[in-house]
């Protein structure tokens, strides 16, 4: 009979008596489970055994909130940082606390009644993301409670679900909430890291964005208060995807702070340089950030899909957004490698079938940008259509306005609108294109159209830091204005950007706060600044609550009309099942033809979509878009049986949106805008 190795499961699990533990290391020469003291037991020390790579051992008295850290010795090289008396985390560890100058692990309880509250299972073409981050979304947020602005739970309170089901969004993705650390220099400069990119345990929820009193009572309440924000936004409808960041930890650089991966097992964690540099080993950094995890080795590929497993099954999370996903896919050498097992594993893994799959598609190391590269499965953050679409409606239209030389035409415009057929081919469909025009890195919404250049003089670096690249345009002046003419203006380009956003082919992804104007006063890199600066701002504001329900109207229209939300990309000549049919007409109401796709003169187009549902009613619809400031006239094209159409939806703010318009009719275009027409 063929036996099969059992490898225990990694991390300390408590049970009646105590708590086994399994952890890996393949460089180590000894390695000790420490549980501290508490009210119920002395210090308990365990020496692990070894089989291969994995140690193992059982801490018999161990209970739900006491501490623990790993001591590990080894051979001391130029890979290995080994330190016998040093505490480290628990790679595993579901609790991390601040201990002293660092940190600790915890045990926690697991238990949690989910109610029954099923996940929502929002299918990809009917997705709307909301990118948030947990503190600045609700922290200035006064029909929150003062207890829970800024944390878990208040995220999860009813003013918030409100917000978000006012705006018809299907998932927030968070931005990181694994358990993470300001960098050194950072501390030092008396700083906090804003965003989260520095993880110190993938297993673990963030501390500090619990409420007080969840973090006074330890790291079971909050895991627990986690939990409960998950279960009320599935009770709401709505999912929750994590932006997760696997390509490095908070360990940085050679030098840097060890506090877990590096003192167990660095030579086997990290990618390293094939040629030291004279003669001193360096790492292979393609994060930026001091290290990158080495996940061609399988220690560290299977802690990554050991961690997604733990956030999908038992805190019931709905989706991943991959920070850096290129570096995951480097093979042994660095190469990147379309077919890396870590991404065909996330591919099949039985587990994860039922979790949304998003790429960040580029690290900063050689060969990086790789976006239509991640294959079946994995959306992937469309940057080509953010900078299509900022270059559109303000790059272009301020140089028109300034000395009115050429621009750039529809063509490209087309192609992001019709889901970025180029970038990810006929196969993979409109889907796998995850369509942003702002994110929580670069400018807001309202800032890109109030600001021709960046000011990040607050990130104490000069202004140096941070892209030139914004294609913002400031619509005359730099920042606030009381003008009404400039505001006027911004506010148009501000519902053609969310316009183009939430009518294209793709998943959307709406930054949280651009419906209300948010706002980091020019700076493109706040990536240290915590303050209410940041904060998104919930006073009443008669503009605000215009583009509040002006980006409700398009999530309500997107959601109405399959024709605006393929899933796959149609073949010519051919009925393909959930795609949509486009057809392409001029201003005159005639099929476009070759050479005022890119006529920089020719700045507008209709296009008549059907779809062609599985599961839905047929549809279609007509959408005409003006990039230009001077007033055109289109005439409404005549398409099969269609007699009229209706207008739903304006970038212009004042239309007429009730009388039917004949086919053949001239509709008239005020200056650059959008327009959704149904048929009637």
Known sequence: MQTVDIVPEPGLRPDADGASFAVRSATATAVTLVVDASATHGPIRVPLQRD??????????????????LLADGPRGARDDFDPLRPLLDPYARGIEPAGDGWTSVVVDEGFDWGGVPKPGTSIDRTVLYEAHVRTLTAGNPAVPEHLRGTYAGLAHESTIAHLRRLGVTAVELLPVHAFRSEEW??????????????????????????????????????????????????AGIEVVLDVVYNHTAEEGLGGPTSGLRGLDGATAYRWAEEPAAGAERYFDTSGCGNTLDTSQPAIADLVVDSLRYWAREVQVDGFRFDLMAALARDAHHRFDPAHPLLQRLRDDPLLQDVKLIAEPWDVGPDGWRTGAFGPRIAEWNDGFRDTVRQFWLTDIARERRDGSPMTGIGALAGVLAGSRHVFGADRGPTAAVNFVTAHDGFTMRDLVSY??????????????????????????EGPTDDR??????QRSLRNLMGTLLLSAGVPMITAGDERGRTQHGNNNPYAITDASM???????????????????????????????????????ADTPSATRMTWYATDGTPMTDDRWDEPTHRALQYFAESTPEDEPDDRVLVIVHGSGRTRDMTLPAHGDVEAYRLVWSSEKHRDHERHRSVGTVFTAYGPGIHVFEIV
Do not use: C, I
């Open 52 to 69: 291969g790579d994995v140690w193992t051992g059982r801490a018999d008295g161990a209970r739900v909130g006491d501490t623990y850290h």
């Open 186 to 235: 950072l501390r030092r400069a008396g700083r906090e890291n804003a965003w989260g990119y520095n993880t110190l345990g993938f297993h673990a929820p963030h501390a500090p964005y619990a409420s007080a009193s969840a973090r006074a009572a330890g790291a079971t309440a909050v895991l627990r208060e986690f939990k409960g924000m998950v279960r009320l936004l599935h009770e």
């Open 452 to 477: 021709d250049h960046k000011h990040n003089e607050a990130n104490g670096e000069d202004n140096r830091d941070g892209t030139d690249d914004n294609r913002s345009f400031n619509h005359g002046v």
């Open 485 to 490: 003419g400039v505001r006027a203006a911004r």
């Open 535 to 573: 904060w998104v701002d919930w006073s009443p504001d008669p503009d605000v609550e215009w583009m509040v329900e002006q980006t409700a109207a398009l999530v309500r229209l997107r959601a109405a009309h399959p024709a605006l939300r393929p899933s796959r990309f149609g073949t010519d000549g």
